[in-house]
Nanobody, 115 residues
Framework: QVQLVESGGGLVQAGGSLRLSCAAS????????MGWYRQAPGKRRELVAR????????TYADSVKGRFTISRDNAKNTVYLQMNSLKREDTAVYYC????????WGQGTQVTVSS
């Protein structure tokens, strides 16, 4: 079955950086577009970034464009999210999934940005 395991979150000051990782299994990772999603308290889950199967094409939400970079390693079945210049409004639980999503969500990784 599909398994997604996110890691790398933590507490960081505004302006700082974090790198998230997501290890995927149970499906053909290299065939799928992958996405990073986030859910802040009281808000709906939103798509933050996505990367096509070959890694050659990426898209970003306007709120993170220029600050976040999504990448992938198909040999390791892993997708990454480099987050720079973090802001308080980036505080959320971050998840990875395919795009479009499967029904199998991981536990997510908490990112908290303090001022």
């Amino acid at each position: 079955q599909v398994q997604l395991v996110e890691s790398g979150g933590g507490l960081v000051q505004a302006g700082g950086s974090l790198r998230l990782s997501c290890a995927a299994s149970g499906f053909t990772f290299s065939f799928n577009t992958m996405g990073w999603y986030r859910q802040a308290p009281g808000k709906r889950r939103e798509l933050v970034a996505r990367i096509w199967s070959s890694g050659g094409t990426t898209t970003y939400a306007d709120s993170v464009k220029g600050r976040f970079t999504i990448s992938r390693d198909n040999a390791k079945n892993t997708v990454y999210l480099q987050m720079n210049s973090l802001k308080r409004e980036d505080t959320a639980v971050y998840y990875c999934n395919t795009y479009p999503t499967t029904d199998s969500w991981g536990q997510g990784t908490q990112v908290t940005v303090s001022s």
